[in-house]
């Protein structure tokens, strides 16, 4: 079992940058599948990215392809997502999510254990 912790979240104005850390514990980090999802005041938990275990294969939501960037340092045992251009709609706070037998990178049910997340507020 792993323990994840989020940090670097914050209150920017859209076109910022911002970059999210998850600190992984309690487990072999390579181990597992690493993501970010992201949930927004009235809204369902939605993907955001994955960055596989073995091969480090990324995928992305449509949303913030060409924007955000996810990213892993297994020495550290931290996963990262950079995010540019950041808009109001990526309002929300973030989560980081740990699976290690993920087959479908989006669905929230493949993924065994969450940190609690961290705001990210953008303003226009």
């Known amino acids: 079992q792993v323990q994840l912790v989020e940090s670097g979240g914050g209150l920017v104005q859209a076109g910022s940058s911002l970059r999210l850390s998850c600190a992984a514990s309690?487990?072999?980090?390579?181990?597992?599948?690493m993501g970010w999802f992201r949930q927004a005041p009235g809204r369902e938990r939605e993907f955001v990215a994955t960055?596989?275990?073995?091969?480090?294969?990324?995928y992305y939501a449509d949303s913030v392809k060409g924007r955000f960037t996810i990213s892993r340092d297994n020495a550290k045992n931290t996963v990262f997502l950079q995010m540019n251009g950041l808009k109001p709609e990526d309002t929300a706070v973030y989560y980081c999510?740990?699976?290690?037998?993920?087959?479908?990178?989006?669905?929230?049910?493949?993924?065994?254990?969450w940190g609690q997340g961290t705001q990210v507020t953008v303003s226009s």
């Open positions: 960055i596989t275990r073995i091969t480090r294969s990324t």
């Open positions: 309690g487990g072999t980090f390579s181990n597992y599948h």
């Open positions: 999510a740990a699976g290690r037998f993920v087959s479908d990178m989006e669905r929230i049910a493949d993924y065994d254990s």
